[in-house]
C-alpha cells in the first residue's frame, strides 16, 4: 500500500513569526515554501497574514469554535479590510 499512497508530511506551527527579525522572517518563509513545494501539509495558525502569503492556499478563521470564514487569502484580506 505505500507504493499507492505517497507519504505526506503533516506540520503543525503556532504563530511562527511572531517576534522574530525580518531576516529570519524571510529564511522561515523560504524553508517553508520548500516543505510546501516537497508536498508538505502546512498547517499555521498565525495573526500576521501578510507572512502568509504564497505559503498558504486556504485560510481559515475561527472564532468562537466555529469557522466564520473559508477561502483564499486575498477573499480574506478583502474581508478584513470591509469588516
Known sequence: MATVLPQRKVILLDE???????????????????????????IIVEHDVHALEGIVETVLRL???????????????????HG
Open 16 to 42: 511562527p513569526f511572531a517576534g522574530l527579525a525580518g531576516e529570519i522572517v524571510d529564511a522561515l518563509r523560504t524553508h517553508l515554501l520548500r516543505l510546501k513545494n516537497e508536498n508538505a501539509a502546512l
Open 63 to 81: 472564532e468562537h469554535g466555529t469557522f466564520s470564514f473559508r477561502g483564499s487569502l486575498s477573499a480574506y484580506r478583502g474581508l478584513s479590510q
